[in-house]
């Protein structure tokens, strides 16, 4: 009975490169959120899907930032271009049904050089 | 947006202290979760909450959801080393078409043996 995966759990990138973060929820659950941390700092919400379909996005920087979560497979996170600032924590999350409980993956830390 | 206010921000306790700690929003939650968040980690769920007025214990821990939906808070009885840590609260609100998980911005626990 896994938890939330998410994958890699470091990732560096050059300025300008693109960065790719997966999730994959627990077994059976259909709706992902995904958050960014800064270090000392809380959890920004950045967008929630629910399987095919973006629920909330009202977190996600307009630019350069887009999230997808298939129908098979897991959710993508990605940034096109990173910048210095993207550096961060990136968690996501996942539930069951709209609202119940949500369970987290242990993140992936993004670090841009 | 919708906020969530967290307090205290931090706290330094001895072992075998009691704590408290609280979250309170301008808006009504339909939901509410509280978390832990130990370094390099990602969050731990602690406790759900569903319906107002619930108490809901998980061992040293219990949490109450406010009659008024608006609000929700954390006890830790007993301190002990181990519950150092960034505790957070998350509420979920999910009328209409949009709605998401957001979180407060944390209590940081420090315990004295």
């Known amino acids: 009975n896994a938890g939330v995966m998410q994958n890699p759990r470091h990732l560096v990138r050059r300025r300008g490169q693109e960065a790719r973060l997966r999730c994959s929820p627990m077994?059976?659950?259909?709706?992902v959120y995904w958050y960014r941390q800064l270090p000392e700092e809380g959890l920004k919400f950045m967008v929630y899907l629910q399987k095919e379909n973006i629920i909330d996005e009202s977190g996600m920087p307009k630019e350069r930032f887009s999230a997808e979560f298939p129908k098979e497979g897991p959710s993508i996170l990605r940034i096109q271009q990173v910048v210095r600032g993207d550096s961060a924590a990136y968690f996501c999350a996942s539930s069951l049904d709209r609202g119940s409980e949500a369970f987290f993956g242990q993140g992936t830390r993004l670090t841009v050089v | 947006g919708q906020q969530l206010n967290q307090s205290p921000q931090s706290m330094f306790i001895q072992e075998g202290e009691d704590v408290s700690m609280n979250c309170t929003s301008s808006?009504?939650?339909?939901?509410w979760l509280w978390y832990k968040q130990e370094p390099g980690e990602g969050p731990v769920l602690l406790i759900a909450l569903y319906k107002a007025g619930e108490l809901t214990s998980n061992g040293r821990l219990t949490a109450q959801f406010g009659i008024t939906r608006k609000d929700s808070f954390l006890n830790i009885s007993a301190s002990i080393p181990s519950d150092v840590g960034i505790y957070f609260c998350?509420?979920?609100?999910?009328?209409?078409?949009?709605?998401?998980?957001?979180f407060g911005k944390g209590t940081k626990l420090s315990v004295k043996p």
């Open positions: 808006s009504i939650f339909n939901t």
């Open positions: 998350a509420g979920f609100n999910y009328g209409g078409s949009q709605g998401n998980l957001i």
């Open positions: 077994k059976g659950h259909s709706h």
